[in-house]
C-alpha cells in the first residue's frame, strides 16, 4: 500500500490542538488513506517550517495561533475570503503551489446557520473582541445579511479599524463594551475575546443579553467557559461554546484537501461527549 497524504497543524504552543482527533476521525469515517501531524512550530521558523512540508510531499496544513496572518504572505494564491480576512487557516500544496484559504468564518457561519437552525438575516449581532478571531469571522457572518453588527472591544481604534475594513459588506458600528449603540438585547452575541483563554473575566456588556438572545463563545473546554458561565448567568436564551466551529471549519478543511463532505454531527457529539 502507499504512504498515507500527509498533512498536519502547525502553531505555536500546538499541543492543546484538537484538530489531530478531529482530521482523523473524518479520515476513518471516510475511508481516506492519509496521515494528521501537530506540528509546533516557532514564528521565525514558520516559513522554512512549511517550505519544508511543501518540499516533502505534504497536500496540505491547518495553521492556528499565532501564524494565520503572517502565513497570508507564503502563499501564491488567496482566496477571496482569506485576503477578506487578511488571515489564513488552511494552505492546499498543489502543483508546486500554495493555495491559502480561511474557513473559520463559514465554520461559525455553518454551526450557527445549518446545526443551531438560527434564522441570521435580518438580525442584531453583536461581536465583542476586534482581533483576529473577529477579522476571520466578520465577513461571512456579514453575507448573511445581518440588520446590523456592532464590534465591541476594550480598545476602540481596533474595533474602528475592523469597522472600517468591513463597512463595504454591510451595515458595521464600533464602540467600547460600555458604549453599545442601543440598550436593547442582540439576537446574537458572540465572543471573540481571548479574555477568557488567558484566564480573565472582563465587564462584558450586560445590557446586551435577553432572555431571547443567543450567546456564543468562540473558546471551547470541557467544562463552560467564563463567557458561557456569565451569559447563561444573565438569562440568554442558549449559551453555547465554539465545539460546533471548532468542528465545521475542520470539514472545510477536510473538504478542500480531499473533495469529501464529512458527517460532522457524529464527530461533534465524539468530541463534546464530557463537555454538556
Ligand atoms: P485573537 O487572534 O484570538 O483574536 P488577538 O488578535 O490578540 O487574538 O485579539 C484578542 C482580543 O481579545 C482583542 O480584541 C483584545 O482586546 P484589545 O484589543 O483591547 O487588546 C481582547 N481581549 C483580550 N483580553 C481581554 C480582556 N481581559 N478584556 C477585554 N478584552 C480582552
Not at 484538530?19 to 512550530?41: D, K, N, T
Not at 440598550?183 to 462584558?204: H, M, Q, R
Amino acid at each position: 500500500m502507499s504512504a498515507p497524504d500527509r498533512y498536519g497543524v502547525m502553531g505555536y504552543p500546538i499541543s492543546h490542538s484538537r484538530s489531530p482527533v478531529i482530521h482523523r476521525l473524518f479520515a476513518l469515517q471516510s475511508g481516506q488513506h492519509m496521515q494528521y501531524e501537530l506540528l509546533q512550530v516557532a514564528p521565525d521558523k514558520l516559513e522554512s517550517a512549511v517550505q519544508q512540508f511543501q518540499r516533502t510531499g505534504g497536500r496540505g496544513l491547518n495553521i492556528t495561533v499565532p501564524h494565520k496572518s503572517e502565513v497570508a504572505r507564503l502563499a501564491d494564491e488567496l482566496s477571496d475570503r482569506a485576503r477578506i480576512a487578511g488571515a489564513v487557516n488552511t494552505l492546499i500544496f498543489q502543483d508546486e503551489k500554495i493555495f491559502g484559504d480561511n474557513t473559520d468564518g463559514i465554520g461559525l457561519v455553518r454551526d450557527l446557520t445549518t446545526n443551531l437552525q438560527l434564522e441570521l438575516r435580518g438580525a442584531r449581532i453583536l461581536i465583542l473582541g476586534a482581533g483576529g478571531a473577529t477579522r476571520g469571522i466578520a465577513g461571512p457572518l456579514l453575507d448573511l445579511q445581518p440588520r446590523s453588527l456592532v464590534i465591541a472591544n476594550r480598545t476602540l481604534a481596533k474595533a474602528e479599524a475592523l469597522a472600517t475594513h468591513f463597512s463595504s459588506y454591510g451595515s458595521v458600528t464600533a464602540c467600547r463594551f460600555n458604549d453599545l449603540p442601543d440598550n436593547e438585547p442582540y439576537d446574537l452575541v458572540i465572543n471573540a475575546t481571548s479574555a477568557g483563554f488567558k484566564g480573565e473575566n472582563p465587564p462584558y456588556p450586560e445590557s446586551a443579553v435577553g432572555s431571547a438572545t443567543v450567546c456564543y463563545d468562540l473558546s471551547y473546554g470541557l467544562t463552560a467557559t467564563p463567557f458561557s458561565q456569565w451569559a447563561a448567568a444573565q438569562g440568554a436564551a442558549r449559551s453555547l461554546m465554539g465545539w460546533g466551529m471548532l468542528v465545521e471549519q475542520a470539514a472545510e478543511s477536510f473538504q478542500l484537501w480531499r473533495g469529501v463532505r464529512p458527517d460532522t454531527i457524529t464527530v461533534l457529539n465524539q468530541m463534546t461527549i464530557n463537555a454538556s
